[in-house]
């Protein structure tokens, strides 16, 4: 998951997102592509996929069927490397999509439209009833950021946590 570009989207959401983009055959394929100016390649405005081989610190992540991240508010220092171990103790699906706000927002409003849509990179996570599983992200950008399970329904109920990235 950490260092793979790769992009999963149902035939639709992807023929949109083709509509838009000249060359899609390669590379790391976001929504945010559909912007006037996409960041550089892999650098989002959130950080960075971070490497598994220089982790600062380990951050657990419980996902419940309540709609809510434990904890649901995590404080970084700048440049340190997370790697979140994220568990899913509910009996239906979650995720953990980290991002801006406008960014996730606009996210679920994508998967309200195209409920088959699926979606893969190294800032989310889905994650099955019961499973466990790691995300290493590099906090390269000061901010205050968002993490949220865009499932329709699980985002509105509240389903989002905050990263603030506090300079060095
Ligand atoms: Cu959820």
């Not at 989002?44 to 598994?52: L, N, T, V």
């Not at 994220?86 to 409920?115: C, Q």
């Amino acid at each position: 998951m950490i260092s793979r570009r790769r992009m999963i989207v149902s035939s639709l959401a992807a023929s949109l997102l083709a509509a838009t983009r000249s060359a899609s055959a390669h590379g790391t394929v976001t929504h945010q592509d559909t912007r006037v100016s996409p960041p550089a390649p892999d650098q989002q405005a959130w950080g960075i996929a971070g490497d598994p081989g220089k982790i600062s610190r380990t951050v657990p992540i419980a996902m419940s069927d309540r709609m809510r991240f434990t904890p649901d508010r995590i404080e970084v220092r700048l440049g340190e490397t997370i790697r979140f171990d994220y568990r899913n103790s509910g009996a239906v699906l979650h995720e953990m999509v980290i991002g801006t706000r406008d960014a996730l927002a606009e996210h679920a409003e994508l998967m309200k439209k195209f409920p088959g849509m699926e979606h893969a990179d190294a800032w989310m996570a889905h994650v099955a009833p019961g499973e466990r599983g790691q995300m290493v992200w590099t906090f390269n950008r000061p901010g205050t950021f968002s993490f949220a399970c865009l499932i329709p329904g699980h985002f509105e109920a509240g389903m989002i946590g905050t990263i603030v990235v506090a300079p060095g």
